[in-house]
């Protein structure tokens, strides 16, 4: 083929194919509005149209016999008419797949699963399946997550409300005695308030500490902390509570650990523990607070006793905040701050709030007629 005829004949098929395309961009505009699949037909049409057109023009310019321009029309056809059914056979899955993944967006604003697509289904879509699939179970556990904190709240509030009625009705009721000049002992009575007043501080405080937790602006000072000064503190301090109550608080483990770490909010999480476990435990038991290293290096901090232990429906919940026991741990004290005589299982969520800043972890388990918490915290929790 000369220079000359392929430059005609590329020229001529140039040419078709561009007023080809051109009709096919106006129709496509035309139908912008349209569904995909009419724009896909337009696009394998015009893409037959071009193939087509061109090839018939050159072949009616070499002067062909009509036998054989028929025949040549007759296969442009079929194979145009095949193009365009194959065409619709891709459109007809691709809107398959848009009804699925209309109906599986559907589902997951419902908060319902996905169902799986059919295994003929391409790799890509697929793929873009499984994404959804793993949003829907993000989605349900973030729904979960706000649903028990919603509930965790309303539970504070309930318990709150219901906590300071006590405090507040004993303070209310000697202060009417002592302006009336009705009882014969009043010192009891200003010794009586201030207690209660303590407590009511105590619950404060706790609320304050959580809401710090919450807001992420609970601030620590770490420092080198010696873990068996730290304990002894503790248990010298709770040991008249403990005595009082006939337990036997005592330390075990090691007594040479150190860690970088917030001593004064670290003495508040393990006296809550210790504190709630004086609370519970049964006269003549044994609370052991204790003091070892992990295989990883951790130093491990736990306070065992022998109240009763906790329902295994109830530890998922342990640490939230609002929560308090079910049977046997039926105390209304439980989750307490330490020293405090009532509270809104505020203990037990500050606990873990304080542990976690220290980039540790705490844990529960039922151990023969009590538990065990473990704080796990690392050597250096800000490297």
Excluded at 323 to 331: F, M
Aim: net charge negative.
């Amino acid at each position: 083929m000369s220079a000359a005829v392929f430059a005609t004949v590329a020229g001529i098929a140039l040419g078709c194919a561009l007023v080809a395309g051109a009709l096919g961009l106006l129709a496509l505009r035309l139908l912008s509005r349209g569904s995909l699949a009419a724009q896909l037909i337009v696009v394998a049409f015009a893409t037959v149209v071009s193939v087509v057109s061109g090839t018939a023009v050159v072949v009616s310019l070499m002067y062909l016999s009509a036998h054989d321009l028929t025949v040549f029309y007759s296969v442009a056809v079929v194979a145009g008419i095949v193009s365009l059914v194959m065409a619709s056979l891709l459109v007809r899955s691709l809107v398959h797949h848009n009804h699925y993944f209309r109906a599986a967006t559907a589902r997951i604003g419902r908060g319902e699963s996905v169902i799986s697509p059919d295994r003929h289904t391409s790799t890509e879509f697929a793929t873009l399946a499984g994404e959804l699939a793993a949003t829907t179970d993000r989605l349900t556990e973030s729904r979960e997550r706000e649903e028990r904190i919603e509930t965790s709240r309303r539970e504070i509030v309930a318990w709150i409300s219901h906590d300071l009625r006590t405090p507040l009705a004993g303070i209310r009721a000697m202060a009417e005695a002592l302006e009336d000049g009705m009882t014969p002992d009043p010192e009891r009575y200003y010794v009586q308030i201030r207690g209660q007043v303590d407590r009511l501080s105590g619950m404060v405080d706790d609320l304050f500490e959580l809401s710090k937790i919450h807001a992420g602006a609970l601030k620590l000072s770490f420092e080198r902390v010696a873990l068996y000064d730290l304990i002894s503190d503790i248990v010298a301090n709770l040991a008249p509570v403990a005595l009082a109550k006939s337990l036997d608080l005592r330390f075990e483990g090691e007594r040479g650990l150190t860690l970088q770490a917030d001593a004064r909010e670290l003495a508040r999480a393990v006296g809550n523990l210790v504190m709630n476990a004086i609370q519970h435990s049964p006269a003549g038991s044994v609370i052991v607070v204790s003091v070892t290293r992990h295989d990883d290096g951790r130093a491990v901090i736990s306070v065992v006793d022998a109240a009763g232990g906790i329902p295994a429906q109830d530890l998922g919940r342990v640490f939230e905040a609002g929560w308090r026991a079910s049977e046997p741990r039926t105390a209304s004290t439980w989750g307490t701050g330490a020293g405090q005589s009532g509270g809104a299982g505020l203990g037990l969520a500050i606990v873990e709030g304080i542990v976690r800043a220290h980039a540790g972890q705490v844990t529960v388990t039922n151990v023969g007629d009590g538990c065990r918490f473990e704080l796990l915290l690392p050597q250096h929790p800000l490297g």
